[in-house]
């Protein structure tokens, strides 16, 4: 996949993200930005094999799915806590922030 050929059609499917985020935020979803749906159809696009011609981006862009976008927005974050926590300090400071979690939420119930 060449990424340099998807830059110069970005500013081309603009209304297309655009269209996507409307939806999202129709949906409930008001943080959706059409940068995060970009960098999901990027990711869609990355599997294929075959050269992606302008109306194939066109159409990953509008048949992309709440479920997929948020999938992806979890994976993400998952990824960047990883990244977070991957050192033994940082483990400590998770078991604090777990044990503090729990503390908080006993009185709750």
Same mark, same amino acid.
């Given at each position: 996949? !060449?990424?340099?050929? &998807?830059?110069? =059609?970005?500013?081309?499917? $603009?209304?297309?993200?655009?269209?996507?985020?409307?939806? &999202?935020?129709?949906? #409930?979803?008001?943080?959706?930005?059409?940068?995060?749906? =970009?960098?999901?159809?990027?990711?869609?696009?990355? $599997?294929?094999?075959?050269?992606? %011609?302008?109306?194939? +981006?066109?159409?990953?862009?509008?048949?992309?799915?709440?479920?997929?976008?948020? !999938? %992806? +927005? /979890?994976?993400?974050?998952?990824?960047?806590?990883?990244?977070?926590?991957?050192?033994?300090?940082?483990?400590?400071? +998770?078991? #604090?922030?777990?044990? /503090?979690?729990?503390? /908080? !939420?006993?009185?709750?119930?």
């Amino acid at each position: 996949m !060449n990424k340099q050929q &998807f830059e110069v =059609w970005k500013s081309d499917v $603009k209304p297309a993200l655009q269209s996507k985020v409307d939806e &999202f935020h129709l949906l #409930g979803y008001k943080s959706a930005d059409k940068e995060e749906v =970009w960098n999901c159809v990027m990711e869609k696009l990355e $599997k294929r094999e075959e050269p992606v %011609r302008l109306h194939v +981006l066109v159409y990953y862009v509008l048949t992309l799915k709440l479920s997929e976008y948020m !999938n %992806r +927005l /979890t994976v993400s974050s998952y990824k960047e806590s990883a990244k977070h926590y991957s050192t033994k300090a940082s483990l400590d400071d +998770l078991l #604090g922030d777990i044990e /503090t979690h729990a503390s /908080t !939420n006993r009185h709750l119930t």
